[in-house]
């Protein structure tokens, strides 16, 4: 059973870098059929989706953010990450790590349990 | 970018009612929409993909239908398990974009 799991500190200072792993288990992010993303969700806010990365290392940004993230892989540690720079409040919610399915996009099948993040001095 | 608009964002309901969710796209995005459940506290679960297919294991009161940029999610007969946050994501193409949900409470 594939299994995804966040981790990264719960707490980040305005100004500073948000940096998040999904470490992936019970199954090789090395495969073609799949791409990883990130997606967040602002308390009692909605959905937003930020970027997913295949395991070559193509990435898709949202426009919203692109400014400020970088998605990165490391296939030999079956992770992927994410970075947002210069975080503000706006930036606290709960961080979900997906996989998506390169034939149809957007369909993420599993997803982490999430990890909140806030942003505040 | 195609923006998704979603209505209502809030309704109340009661057990054995059906149940409309609607899900407008900017554009045309052809048959490419999901649906995702959230509970409260935990991760979204797709339900429906390319706009009427259920995913497995989805009970068959959920139904889906629509293409181009209308879309709507069914529920035929709520169940109290089906008091959720609901929302719609186009794939049709990157970025990919969600509606801003559907609450649906209990009456």
């Known amino acids: 059973q594939l299994q995804l799991q966040e981790s990264g500190p719960g707490l980040v200072k305005p100004s500073e870098t948000l940096s998040l792993t999904c470490s992936v288990s019970?199954?090789?992010?090395?495969?073609?059929?799949?791409?990883w993303g990130w997606i967040r969700q602002p308390p009692g806010k909605g959905l937003e989706w930020i970027g997913s990365i295949y395991y070559s290392g193509s990435t898709y940004y949202n426009p919203s953010l692109k400014s400020r993230v970088t998605i990165s892989v490391d296939t030999s540690k079956n992770q992927f990450s994410l970075k947002v720079n210069s975080v503000t409040a706006a930036d606290t919610a709960v961080y979900y790590c997906?996989?998506?399915?390169?034939?149809?996009?957007?369909?993420?099948?599993?997803w982490g349990q999430g990890t909140l993040v806030t942003v505040s001095s | 970018d195609i923006q998704m608009t979603q209505s209502p964002s809030a309704m109340s309901a009661s057990v054995g009612d059906r149940v409309t969710i609607t899900c407008r796209a900017s554009?045309?995005?052809?048959?490419?929409l999901a649906w995702f459940q959230q509970k409260p506290g935990e991760v979204p679960k797709r339900l429906i993909y390319?706009?009427?297919s259920l995913q497995s294991g989805v009970p068959s009161r959920f139904s889906g239908s629509g293409s181009g940029t209308e879309f709507t999610l069914t529920i035929s007969s709520l169940q109290p398990e089906d008091f959720a946050t609901y929302y719609c994501l186009q794939h049709n193409n990157y970025p990919l974009t969600f509606g801003g949900g559907t609450k649906v409470e209990i009456k």
């Open positions: 019970g199954g090789s992010i090395s495969s073609s059929s799949y791409y």
């Open positions: 997906a996989r998506d399915i390169v034939a149809t996009i957007g369909l993420f099948d599993y």
């Open positions: 390319a706009s009427s």
């Open positions: 554009q045309g995005i052809s048959n490419y």
